[in-house]
T-cell receptor, first 114, second 115 residues
């Protein structure tokens, strides 16, 4: 079965650079979520989109922005990167109608800022 | 406000032992959902179970079992006859009906199963 696809799997950036993370949800899923997991931390909710509109916003820095496109894939744009942005970034997708499937997480993008 | 507490930061057991991971949650909602995820060293989040607040029936899946008790706001996870491959970080998570679709995770429990 198709899963949530995230790209790239690994990314190394320097301070003050920008990064773009991509997420391709499971077909039919209309909601996408982004989470940030720092080293040794639990995942923290950043932002979510339903039908291409922002549906919820968590602890996402102003330097970050995200959007969901017409094909339902989503991108997380991160600018002026800081060392503290080094983390594992997860994307998850679900159906807003909230079926038994619940959430499906991608394998994550590991961002390292040097 | 919602909160998930996993008081056990690290647990170490010997293979074939049973182990219980504790999860206590706080919520004012009457409708909510509880989850357990496994995060192996490779980093991905693996879904284990979802429980609805209105379904307190305990569940068993192979060596895994879950004990949901609304009276104590707990959703504990037991692994029977643990195996080395069970070594991972386990997260308990909560979704409230009134707070959108976001998940709030506990801080995780690092389980190490030694041969």
């Amino acid at each position: 079965a198709a899963g949530v696809i995230q790209s790239p799997r690994h990314l190394i950036k320097e301070k003050r650079e920008t990064a773009t993370l991509k997420c391709y949800p499971i077909p039919r899923h209309d909601t996408v979520y982004w989470y940030q997991q720092g080293p040794g931390q639990d995942p923290q909710f950043l932002i979510s989109f339903y039908e291409k509109m922002q549906s919820d916003k968590g602890s996402i820095p102003d330097r970050f922005s995200a959007q969901q496109f017409s094909d339902y894939h989503s991108e997380l744009n991160m600018s002026s990167l800081e060392l503290g942005d080094s983390a594992l970034y997860f994307c998850a997708s679900s159906l807003e109608a909230w079926t038994k499937e619940g959430y499906t997480f991608g394998s994550g993008t590991r961002l390292t800022v040097v | 406000a919602q909160k998930v507490t996993q008081a056990q930061t690290e647990i170490s057991v010997v293979e074939k032992e049973d182990v219980t991971l504790d999860c206590v949650y706080e919520t004012r909602d009457t409708t909510y959902y509880l989850f357990w995820y496994k995060q192996p060293p490779s980093g991905e989040l693996v879904f284990l179970i979802r429980r609805n607040s209105f379904d307190e029936q305990n569940e068993i899946s192979g060596r895994y079992s879950w004990n949901f008790q609304k009276s104590t706001s707990s959703f504990n996870f037991t692994i029977t006859a643990s195996q080395v491959v069970d070594s991972a970080v386990y997260f308990c998570a909560l979704r409230e009906e009134t707070s959108g679709s976001r998940l709030t995770f506990g801080e995780g429990t690092q389980l190490t199963v030694n041969p």
